[in-house]
């Protein structure tokens, strides 16, 4: 599976990369813009753009609705992990169609997708 990661805390984003990897995945990262994970999107395709809400909600959501306007993205899987109160509400008003789940069953969701 070929993963979109989109968050703007590098650690953070390096951590979550580290595990999806360690299970086989191919990881993107987009961790200040959506233009390097938008370059890979013509070089092969991605199944799931995956966006942690726990660091920098606001700009992960900016950089997420930048991926999901691109025609190469359209109608990939989105999934939101972690998040405040308020960061989940924004983004599930933003994106109704969106999967969420806790860090803590990140990988299962992730393994589980129906793609």
Do not use: K, W
């Not at 983004?91 to 969701?109: C, D, K, N």
């Amino acid at each position: 599976m070929r993963i979109v990661l989109v968050q703007p805390d590098v650690t953070e984003c390096d951590a979550l990369a580290e595990r999806l990897v360690a299970i086989g995945h191919d990881v993107v990262m987009a961790t200040e813009d959506a233009a390097d994970a938008l370059s890979a999107a013509t070089h092969g395709r991605l199944t799931v753009v995956l966006s942690c809400l726990d660091v920098a909600p606001d700009r992960a959501l900016v950089i997420v609705r930048e991926l999901v306007a691109d025609r190469h993205l359209r109608g990939v899987p989105l999934l939101f992990v972690g998040g405040t109160a308020d960061a989940l509400t924004a983004a599930e008003t933003e994106f109704p169609r969106a999967s969420f789940t806790r860090v803590e069953q990140l990988i299962t969701a992730v393994a589980t997708m129906r793609l």
